[in-house]
């Protein structure tokens, strides 16, 4: 099927209405002086992540036989808009959705039963996921940590950065070095996926060590000094992990790309309630056109990305490749959500600043998927080069 077939399957307008109005309410309880607060002392926001896993939200794409809802991914999609509509953050607790996908598609049965029915409850949290390292950038295949096999453990010694929720997290999936670059044939050879249980690791050759960010994003740098692991923790065959994880991160972009959709949600609702009541010079100001079609077109932007997002996320549940489609979604996505933040910070005028008007810690917030978990230079890269068959740049 192509993917223009597809877009046929998409159901337009509100779809999944019954999770949207769940996920609404769960957040009617974390209202803006709950994540002001929050982002005041950079505290995790523990109440809300517990409060959406035991509504069952984020366990929401595990298997039923696994204790989750078996729910598609285009339904996770619209748990995490939701909850970014609702003027709510999800980056505390999104991980939880896509990490363990590497685990459910290339992780034996052992495993599965061992890990994702506490996934699925909240007992276990899987929302690590240690890639990036601080030399090796989005150049990922060079990255450095190493994992060496010694009878039935894997000794680890390397350094990752901006592993997101690592000290709320029992679990972190780690993509390490198992045969050195120079032994194999392609580069994306030789890494693999191991699970690194930060329960029993952290004080005995693990250390995780805060970054403080302009966001509360609970991000930090993990630390290890000859790590050991056991072997029944490694994630399929052994080399192999780099192929593991690309499926996962088009789950993670087609996730992410929803949350800026809810953010371009927020933020135009925002600027358009004020746009229509603040007067200067005795008329609202939206009755300007400086004010009123940058919104106006960021409307549209926002519902264009959304097509994407949907076709992403129905190529992914159809089993079919989704890459440059996830990848399209969500550079389209955060650039929208970006553009709206922008002007929404221009509409509020000087109030956009004022705190308690949240403007300015949403278009923070909204900033980063312009960066992470992909910056929009590497998806245009991707598509000029692997999409359009472009000279390489890498
Ligand atoms: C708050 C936060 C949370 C994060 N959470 C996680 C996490 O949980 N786990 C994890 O593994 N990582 C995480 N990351 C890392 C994130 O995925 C990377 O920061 C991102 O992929 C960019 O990589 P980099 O910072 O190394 O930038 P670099 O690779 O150093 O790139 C810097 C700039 O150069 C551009 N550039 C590089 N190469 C090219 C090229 N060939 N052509 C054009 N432009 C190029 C990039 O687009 C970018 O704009 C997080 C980052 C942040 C900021």
Redesign the pocket.
């Given at each position: 099927m192509s993917s223009d077939s597809n877009m046929t399957m998409l159901e337009l307008g509100r779809d999944h209405g019954d999770i949207r109005d769940g996920v609404r309410k769960v957040c009617e309880d974390y209202p803006a002086e709950y994540w002001r607060g929050q982002d005041e002392i950079s505290e995790y926001p523990h109440a809300f992540v517990d409060a959406m896993t035991e509504a069952g939200y984020l366990g929401a794409l595990i298997p039923e036989e696994y204790g989750g809802a078996g729910l598609p991914i285009r339904a996770g999609s619209v748990i995490l808009e939701e909850i970014h509509a609702a003027g709510c953050s999800a980056a505390a607790c999104h991980?939880q959705m896509y990490i363990m996908g590497t685990l459910l598609r290339h992780g034996n049965e052992e495993q599965k039963r061992k890990y994702l029915p506490g996934i699925a409850s909240g007992d276990l949290r899987l929302q690590?996921?240690?890639?990036?390292e601080p030399t090796?950038?989005?150049?990922t295949t060079s990255l450095k940590t190493r994992a060496v096999r010694q009878g039935d453990h894997y000794v680890i010694n390397g350094q990752?950065?901006?592993?997101?929720?690592a000290k709320q997290s029992d679990l972190m999936l780690l993509l390490a070095r198992t045969t050195p670059a120079d032994e194999v044939a392609k580069r994306t050879d030789g890494l693999s996926t191991i699970i690194v249980d930060l329960r029993e690791a952290k004080g005995n050759g693990l250390e995780i060590q805060s970054i403080p960010?302009m966001?509360n994003?609970n991000?930090n740098s993990v630390f290890m000094d000859d790590l050991k692991v056991p072997v029944e923790n490694l994630i399929g065959e052994e080399g192999k992990g780099f192929r593991y994880i690309l499926d996962g991160m088009n789950a993670e972009r087609v996730l992410v790309a929803s949350e800026s959709i809810g953010d371009g949600r927020w933020f135009t609702e925002k600027a358009v309630a004020y746009a229509s009541d603040r007067e200067v010079f005795g008329a609202p100001i939206g009755a300007n056109q400086g004010i009123q079609f940058p919104i106006a077109r960021n409307y549209a932007s926002i519902k264009a990305a959304e097509l994407m997002v949907r076709q992403a996320a129905a190529l992914f549940d159809a089993g079919q490749p989704c890459g440059a489609e996830a990848n399209m979604a969500k550079m389209l996505a955060s650039e929208a959500a970006w553009a709206a933040a922008d002007d929404c910070m221009q509409t509020f005028g000087g109030f956009a600043f004022a705190k308690e008007y949240d403007i300015e810690r949403k278009w923070r917030e909204a900033r980063?998927y312009r960066?992470?978990?992909?910056?929009?230079?590497?998806i245009?890269?991707f598509l000029g080069q692997h999409v359009l068959g472009m000279p390489r740049?890498?």
């Open positions: 991980a690590a996921f240690g890639v990036s090796s950038g989005t150049d990752k950065i901006w592993t997101s929720r960010t966001i994003h991000t980063l960066t992470a978990p992909i910056s929009t230079n590497l245009l890269a740049s890498y």
